[in-house]
């Protein structure tokens, strides 16, 4: 009679356990769904010169990067890229900010200007007649795990055809 109160009590241990595994591992996801970065731009403003213009900016950036997570994002650098659309070889990274960590409801002000002697440098260096411009955000998630957000913004092929690349939303992350 006591072998089977040990099955018994063996069999409700094991479903306890199996039930707390399910519920940590289902806690685990809601958790990290809470927890994750939401960096959003706001008033963002992107303004191309033209090629033939050579005295105003080829591009003029103006943004802020709020937090609107739970907790502090720790951003290891905002850059803007610019250079060929696809590949990465071939593109100049401008660094705008260094490290920095955004309370939750935090704005930080983002502005950068890039001149057509930099494009032109840029094409000469990479045997390139485009010019694309993406901003580029290092940020740590909440495990540590650093991670890229890309936003293309605005590009110029030739010598004279402005690309608008049209960002969907004002989500980074």
Wanted: with cysteine.
């Amino acid at each position: 009679m006591t072998i089977y109160f040990s099955i018994a009590s063996l069999v409700i241990s094991i479903i306890s356990i199996t039930i707390a595994i399910i519920s940590f591992r289902r806690t685990k996801i809601f958790q990290d769904y809470e927890y994750m970065p939401r960096l959003q731009l706001l008033d963002e403003k992107v303004v191309g010169g033209t090629p033939s213009g050579k005295n105003s900016p080829a591009l003029t950036y103006n943004a802020k990067v709020e937090n609107r997570g739970l907790k502090p994002i720790k951003i290891d650098s905002l850059n803007m890229d610019y250079g060929d659309k696809t590949d990465q070889r071939k593109r100049v990274s401008r660094h705008i900010e260094g490290e920095i960590f955004v309370s939750p409801g935090q704005c930080h002000p983002v502005s950068v200007i890039v001149t057509w002697d930099d494009v032109d440098e840029m094409k000469k260096r990479f045997n390139i007649n485009d010019c694309h411009f993406t901003l580029k955000t290092l940020y740590h998630s909440p495990d540590g795990e650093v991670k890229i957000s890309l936003r293309p913004l605005i590009g110029f092929t030739g010598p004279s055809s402005i690309v608008s690349h049209v960002p969907k939303g004002n989500c980074l992350t």
